[in-house]
């Protein structure tokens, strides 16, 4: 197989870590490609280099046997280098055609765009219309737009990061045909994936990475998910388990609750009841944008609701604020994390007390205690295995999986009655995925309750006691998580019939 990229010795070091250190390896021609490593192995610094939004500090690339050292992503594009994104970036107001002509260079007239925006989406299997507006369109026909938008700049590798993480189990079977098709064409592709299954059955090639150094190379056919993590990890795995409990009191109960989205591409709620007992974990499953980010808010308290709707431990706190509610024990940590749950630019010290100043009693009178809140964050960095220089550290310093560790720990420490969390393993890596897991079971097996939303059926058969479905703001009736098979929910998911 000819070798379409080749990197030698590319290094890039951020203040106090070496993100990159010396990582060479070729991507064949037609080949898919994976790159694996936990979070912060440097996964995401090294298709920055890639794609022009990075500079190494030393070592090269070739592309197509050319020397390639791509300025900004311009010119990575330029030279046929495409790269989908975890986070769209797409307008919700404006239709697919509109989004896709601003992305690109010198687009045509609307109506030529159309049509090959028509024609690319049927040789591939990408149904979408190029008039729906972007609003509209669930999460799997948005991330459709952003690879037409792709394949019409004719790449020969297209880079794709997380690109599952918000696909129902049938969508993700559509697109590896998609990037099967195109493949079988001699496109390139780079797959970042912490879902190692997949990995499995989609990519020829995998390289490692641990601590910004290549590692290892395997072929992932030949490797069990297990054999996988535990490489990129460099250590033994452990599954989460759950010690057996009985459920307990209801602590958190919803009646009928309703909720006016005020999103206008949102979701209203639509009279959601459910209970939530001590020792609980109640798995809410549902594709992204199904009410998930409305239930967060009025669960958490941002959005107050009829006060009957909600009550914890029989009080009815549907009005009630999200500090007086955290005071009471019912704690949130919401999806997305940074600009939501943490703060991008404040330091990590800064951000617990974010969410814990009152609870933690990390400060008196408006004053902040700057020894207890110091060692409270040291805590969730050690419990949590946050892998960061240290307290100081703004939170979008952290790698996408270690901020996550951190938001989710923040308030497990803070011995939750109820905890809410959506997307509690969102970008986060094998062992730290088992690890999050384990710590949400102990904190039901010691007397919590918790809501799990998330998108990642394995996580929810995993973790769940009881299961229901979120779609189009109206909760399915909760029923034993064992027993359902995945494409069932699946199924459920995608808005057919709940049996
Ligand atoms: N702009 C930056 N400033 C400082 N440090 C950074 C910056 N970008 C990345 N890092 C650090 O570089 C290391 C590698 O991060 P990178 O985001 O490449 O990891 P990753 O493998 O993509 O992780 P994840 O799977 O969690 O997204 C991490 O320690 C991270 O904290």
């Not at 979070?39 to 070739?62: Q, R």
């Not at 050690?382 to 892998?387: E, G, L, Y």
Request: hydrophobic letters at 40%; proline letters at 5%; aromatic letters at 4%.
């Amino acid at each position: 197989m000819s070798k379409l990229l080749r990197l030698n010795g590319l290094t890039k070091a951020y203040p106090g870590v070496i993100a990159n250190n010396a990582v060479s390896f070729d991507i064949g021609t037609g080949e898919i490609h994976a790159l694996l490593g936990e979070n912060g192995a440097g996964k995401s610094t090294l298709v920055k280099m890639i794609y022009g939004l990075v500079k190494p500090d030393s070592g090269e690339m070739e592309f197509a046997g050319q020397p390639f050292a791509p300025s900004e992503p311009r010119a990575a594009r330029q030279s046929g280098v495409a790269m989908v994104f975890q986070h769209f970036s797409l307008f919700e107001a404006l239709n697919v055609a509109e989004n896709i002509a601003l992305g690109m260079e010198n687009p045509p007239r609307s109506n030529i765009l159309s049509k090959q925006i028509r024609e690319v989406s049927a040789k591939y299997g990408l149904t979408i219309d190029p008039d729906r507006l972007v609003g509209d369109l669930s999460a799997g026909e948005r991330q459709r737009v952003e690879i037409i938008r792709c394949l019409l700049q004719d790449p020969k590798l297209l880079i794709m990061d997380e690109p599952t993480s918000v696909l129902t189990p049938q969508e993700v079977d559509t697109l590896f045909i998609t990037l099967r098709k195109l493949q079988a064409e001699g496109t390139s592709i780079l797959y970042i994936s912490h879902k190692l299954d997949e990995i499995r059955t989609l990519c020829e090639h995998a390289t490692v990475l641990r601590g910004g150094k290549v590692v290892g190379t395997c072929i992932p056919s030949q490797e069990t998910a297990k054999s996988l993590a535990e490489m990129m990890v460099g250590a033994k795995l452990q599954t989460p388990k759950k010690a057996a409990t009985e459920l307990g009191q209801p602590l958190l109960k919803l009646e009928n609750l309703s909720l006016q989205s005020k999103d206008p591409f949102g979701t209203s709620l639509r009279n959601i009841t459910f209970m939530l007992r001590a020792g609980e974990i109640l798995g809410i499953g549902g594709v992204a944008g199904n009410g998930q980010d409305e239930l967060m808010l009025a669960l958490s308290g941002e959005e107050l609701v009829d006060a009957n709707a909600i009550s914890l431990k029989g009080e009815f706190i549907g009005q009630l604020g999200p500090t007086p509610r955290r005071m009471r024990g019912l704690l949130a940590a919401p999806e997305e994390r940074l600009g939501h749950a943490a703060a991008p630019d404040m330091s990590l010290t800064e951000n617990s007390l974010l969410t814990a100043f009152y609870r933690q009693r990390l400060g008196r009178r408006g004053f902040v205690n700057k020894q207890a809140s110091e060692n409270f964050t040291k805590a969730i960095i050690q419990q949590f295995d946050v892998r960061t220089p240290g307290i100081t550290n703004t939170a979008k310093s952290l790698s996408g999986g270690n901020l996550q560790k951190f938001v989710v720990g923040r308030e497990i420490v803070q011995n939750p009655t109820v905890f809410v969390v959506n997307q509690p393993t969102w970008g986060v890596d094998a062992a730290a995925a088992a690890s999050i897991r384990q710590a949400l079971l102990e904190l039901a097996s010691n007397g919590a309750g918790v809501l799990v939303i998330s998108q990642d059926l394995d996580e929810l058969m995993e973790v769940s006691d009881n299961f229901a479905v979120l779609a189009e703001g109206r909760l399915s009736k909760p029923q034993n998580a064992k027993g359902v098979t995945v494409e069932e929910i699946g199924l459920m998911m995608g808005g057919s019939e709940i049996a």
